[in-house]
């Protein structure tokens, strides 16, 4: 099972678990990053961390610590151009 | 304060509160803070109809749940102080995370009105949002807005009116049949208390009545309205929550939905090292005992509860929002530049490079202008009163003091306007995001890097501009390292120095010295600040890691009354709390330098004038007089308290190559750094001084320490400049930092730490060079 940070720049995933440290997890929770949430890997900041994803037509970062502890499953690799818009964005 | 039915504004940051309450309430806005909490408290009086309401701007949140004081604000604010009604505002272009906040308030069964701004980008986006569906499943009315242009208002100033109606009928109904005891009417209650102090209520016992008396319908909606939402829970979850509330209407003494909003809430919230105040022992009990009974059972307690709403909202979403076509967003567009990963990295150079800007050259003109008025008046009040210490008092004390003040302001108000600028555009969230990789090395968040890069020109405005990060121990850590940061003031001090003790062709290989030494004192503060937050974060101001979950909010044009608004918000809080203890501090220190005087060196100083009118004239007796003046404030210094805590503090000094008479500089660069040179200017008695003066510069190189050795050497001029680098020699910081953090704790801990740093290192580097017999000369 892959884990949130191993995905490539626009990887579409689905969320199976997260587990992070509760105060972190709970914010991420009620962010919307649910166990099926769909997401996608917008892009890495130039320095290489944090990362953007695209989720519930809103965008959210996250550093490659937190992305570790979000385990998920990968969609049909559309690796088309990270800029294309996901649903109701 | 007043007894009039509060409204507050909740909503996620960025979905147009502020925007939305500055065109509610115009410009009537009054600015305080939380008690407790370094977070800002924007109120202001409005017309709803024929009620006359108080208005209140709450900080932006995603959720009430909370772990810090800060986030604790919303929940207080909601489900202690009482709010006749509660104006959720959505981003109508992200529904799905920010209907998460509006059902949680939907639930606790407040009247909400729902204000859905933004309507500008829907439409645009070909969205297509059923405003009655909404509203029925929410049990609110909802009311599409576009805040940024005032479209909606009118409606929503209505639907608030509404609401306000129904609560003075059902006020006066109870009125009737007095027997209804929980009926009272919302106006009876003292609003006022929760109005100045809304965290302050003793929550175990509640003396009044108000938690009962304060909800009329208890989350009963009035006939016509729709029921409140309510997620449906597994039976385990359900039991849990149930045990929770009962005990939370026990010892809050809240009606059943209010009970059952407390224990949704503490079940998401407490947590073994949570920072919350005000809750229960009993609360705190339950919730812990029931998650660790749920996690002993091997469920998700925290998910099932989130779930249940996001179930809820992925149902509503799906039967009142219609998506728009697939298209480009603009933001794409626009972060493919600004976060690229070249092109990313030299827009925030550059955008930096504009703050840098404003701070040292824009804000230069109005800066002198202040200066030249202030010294304008000082010189007026010379020439129209007479001699004495009152007329000292009043031009070196409360003249001086007020331009201490008002100097900062330019620096504060350009900086306040950028800021808000790139806050309400979007940018800022990307400052964070480019440059976090390089602050959490040291414990900071990505948005601590605009108020460090501000301390190079000024710690004042800088510490001001901590205020965008949003938690409390990432904004305290930030503010008390900054001060480290090399600022503007101390760069007379090097010139000064390294002029003095160097000669002007001095070279270290292909560098003048000059610039080797510019170069070591600025990376020195640079690494000192780092080194000073990465220690901090460990010790005084230990707390969680901070995290990166920060949302990238859209680009968004921003709105210039908000940016005035912000500004002089700033600005205001600067003068009126910070002001006045520079003002103070600065007529105390004039106080110390001038007194008390010795009448003896007055009559000799006296007599020798005498003489010189007697023997010279013309420029000879001008020029004699001005020596003897500035000769007499010298000797007169020396008799003053500052003069005497010099030499006193003289033992204490002289390890690290000072004697007394850079302890009085020391002791008057408190005022500011660059009093310094003034301050030595007087010592050495030659009157005015800037860091150019050569006079200045030859007396420090001719001084010579009691034993006859040279006052000034290399190693001793490195080790004042390194002094400098590290103490924390400036009252205005000290104010500000007192303003921001609510407390005298962190200044006083700020002023500890910093002092004995520089003591610290200037020892070991003035010892060290001693024992090495280097730079002696
Ligand atoms: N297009 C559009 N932009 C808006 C609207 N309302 C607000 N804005 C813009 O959205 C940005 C954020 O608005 P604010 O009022 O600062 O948001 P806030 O909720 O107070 O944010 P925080 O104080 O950070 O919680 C600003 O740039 C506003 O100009 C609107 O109806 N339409
Ligand atoms: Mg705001």
Known sequence: MAHLGELPLGARARVRAIACERPVRRRLLELGVLPGTELEIVRRAPLGDPIELSLRGYRLSLRAEEARTIEVEALSATANEPAAAPARA | ?777
């Open chain 2, 1 to 777: 304060m007043s007894d009039k039915p509060l409204v507050y504004l909740v909503g996620n940051p960025n979905a147009g509160k502020t925007t939305l309450f500055n065109r509610l309430a115009g410009v009537r806005a009054r600015t305080g803070n939380y008690p407790g909490v370094t977070v800002e408290r924007r109120t202001a009086a409005w017309r709803a109809g024929p009620h006359a309401a108080e208005l209140v701007d709450l900080p932006g949140t995603y959720s009430l749940s909370a772990r810090s004081p800060e986030e604790q604000i919303a929940v207080d604010a909601l489900l202690r102080d009482a709010p006749a009604v509660v104006v959720v505002v959505l981003d109508g272009t992200s529904l799905e995370r920010s209907l998460y906040l509006a059902l949680q308030v939907c639930e606790t069964g407040l009247p909400t009105v729902v204000a859905l701004n933004m309507m500008d980008e829907v439409r645009a986006s070909g969205m297509d949002v059923d405003v009655d569906v909404l509203a029925a499943r929410l049990g609110a009315d909802v009311v599409p807005v576009v805040a940024s242009r005032s479209e909606g208002l009118d409606a929503l100033t209505a639907a608030v009116a509404a609401r306000l109606d129904e609560q003075r009928l059902e006020e006066e109904r109870a009125t009737d049949t007095p027997t209804d005891a929980p009926t009272d009417a919302p106006t009876d209650v003292p609003t006022d208390a929760p109005t100045d102090a809304p965290t302050d209520t003793p929550t175990d016992a509640p003396t009044d009545d108000r938690d009962q008396a304060a909800l009329p319908s208890a989350g009963e909606p009035p006939a016509g309205r729709p029921a409140p939402p309510a997620p449906v829970l597994g039976a385990e979850a359900e039991a849990d929550v149930e045990a929770v509330a009962r005990v939370a209407a026990d010892v809050l003494k809240a009606p059943p939905r209010l009970a059952r909003a407390w224990a949704l809430w503490a079940l998401l919230s407490l947590d073994r090292d949570d920072e919350l105040h005000d809750v229960p022992a009993a609360l705190r009990a339950i919730a812990q005992a029931r998650h660790e009974a749920a996690d002993a059972a091997g469920r998700d307690l925290d998910l099932e509860l989130v779930a249940a709403r996001y179930a809820l909202l992925d149902q509503l979403i799906s039967d009142a929002v219609r998506p728009g076509p697939p298209k480009p967003r603009l933001t794409d567009r626009i972060d493919a530049v600004l976060v690229h990963p070249v092109a990313g990295l030299v827009a925030f150079a550059a955008v930096m490079f504009v703050v840098f800007e404003s701070l040292f050259r824009w804000s230069e003109p109005a800066i002198g202008l202040i200066e030249e008025g202030i010294a304008a008046s000082q010189g007026w009040l010379r020439g129209v009163m007479t001699e004495g210490p009152f007329r000292d008092l009043l031009t070196d004390g409360v003249v001086a003091g007020v331009g201490n003040v008002l100097v900062f302001v330019p620096q504060i108000a350009l900086l306040f306007l950028l800021i808000s600028f790139l806050e309400d555009s979007g940018y800022l969230a990307r400052v964070a995001f480019v440059i976090d990789r390089v602050m959490k090395s040291v414990g900071l968040h990505g948005k601590a890097f605009v108020p460090l890069l501000s301390g190079f020109a000024c710690a004042v405005p800088a510490v001001l501009a901590t205020r965008t990060i949003a938690s409390r121990k990432d904004r305290l850590v930030t503010m008390m390292a900054l001060p480290l940061m090399s600022c503007s003031a101390r760069l007379p001090i090097y010139v000064l120095v390294t002029a003095t003790i160097f000669p002007a062709d001095t070279r270290v290989g292909v560098f003048s010295v000059g610039a080797v030494v510019l170069f070591s004192m600025y990376s020195l503060s640079v690494a000192a600040t780092l080194g000073a937050a990465a220690v901090l974060r460990r010790t005084a101001v230990r707390g969680p890691r901070p995290t990166m979950v920060l949302e990238l909010p859209p680009y968004r044009l921003p709105v210039l009354r908000n940016l005035v608004g912000t500004t002089w918000d700033r600005v205001k809080t600067f003068l009126v709390d910070a002001g006045t203890i520079i003002l103070a501090l600065t007529i105390v220190l004039w106080a110390l330098l001038s007194f008390p005087k010795s009448a003896d060196v007055g009559a000799r100083y006296e007599a020798e004038r005498a003489a010189a009118t007697a023997a010279l004239e013309g420029e000879a007796l001008d020029e004699r007089l001005a020596a003897l003046d500035a000769a007499e404030a010298g000797e007169q210094l020396e008799h003053s308290i500052a003069g005497r805590l010099g030499k006193g503090i003289e033992p204490a000094i002289e390890p690290l190559g000072m004697d007394w008479r850079m302890g009085v500089g020391v002791l008057g660069a408190f005022a500011a750094r660059e009093v310094f040179i003034s301050t030595l200017g007087v010592v050495f008695g030659i009157g005015e001084a800037d860091e150019e003066s050569s006079p200045l510069r030859e007396q420090l190189r001719d001084a010579t320490r009691r034993d006859g050795s040279k006052l000034m050497t290399p190693l001793s001029g490195v080790a004042l400049m390194v002094f400098f680098v590290l103490a924390c020699q400036c009252m205005s910081t000290i104010a500000v930092v007192r303003r921001e953090s609510g407390s005298w704790k962190w200044p006083a801990l700020m002023f500890g730490y910093m002092t004995a740093l520089a003591y610290v290192v200037t020892l070991i580097v003035y010892q060290t060079g001693l024992a090495l017999g280097w730079g002696l000369g």
